[in-house]
C-alpha cells in the first residue's frame, strides 16, 4: 500500500475479492487484506480511487466498474470476470464470499 495525496493505494495483490451474481450482474465486492484479516468486513472507504490508476482502466476496459464503497459491477459471466479479477493480480477469497453470503443471509 501506497499513500498518494493522502489516499491509500493497494496493488491488487495486496487486496480480496469475492464474487457474486445480482439482477444480471456479476458483483465484485473488492478490500485490502489486511482490513479483511483485521474485521472481517469490507472497508466502506475502499473504491477506484483505492487503486491505481492502469488497474482501474484495465478494469473499465473490461467491462467492471466500481459501483459504489468496496463494490464492482460487471457486464460479464462469473468465470470471465474471474479470470479478469486473477489476470490483473487481486487475490480470490472464498471465505470472504462465504462470510459475505452469510451476513447477507442473516440481515433479510
Do not use: Y
Not at 10 to 29: K, Q
Not at 66 to 93: I, K, P, Y
Amino acid at each position: 500500500m501506497k499513500i498518494i495525496d493522502d489516499i491509500e493505494v493497494f496493488d491488487p495483490n495486496e487486496c480480496l475479492f469475492a464474487l457474486d451474481e445480482s439482477d444480471g450482474l456479476t458483483v465484485i465486492s473488492i478490500t485490502g487484506k489486511v482490513f479483511w484479516d483485521k474485521n472481517h468486513c469490507l472497508d466502506d472507504r475502499f473504491g477506484d480511487h483505492s487503486l491505481p490508476e492502469e488497474i482501474n482502466t484495465l478494469l473499465t476496459k473490461n467491462s467492471i466498474w466500481n459501483e459504489m464503497e468496496a463494490t464492482w459491477c460487471a457486464d460479464l459471466a462469473l468465470d470471465e470476470t474471474r479470470a479478469v479479477m486473477l489476470a490483473a493480480g487481486f487475490v480470490e477469497s472464498k471465505e470472504m464470499g462465504e462470510t459475505l453470503k452469510r451476513m447477507e443471509t442473516e440481515q433479510e
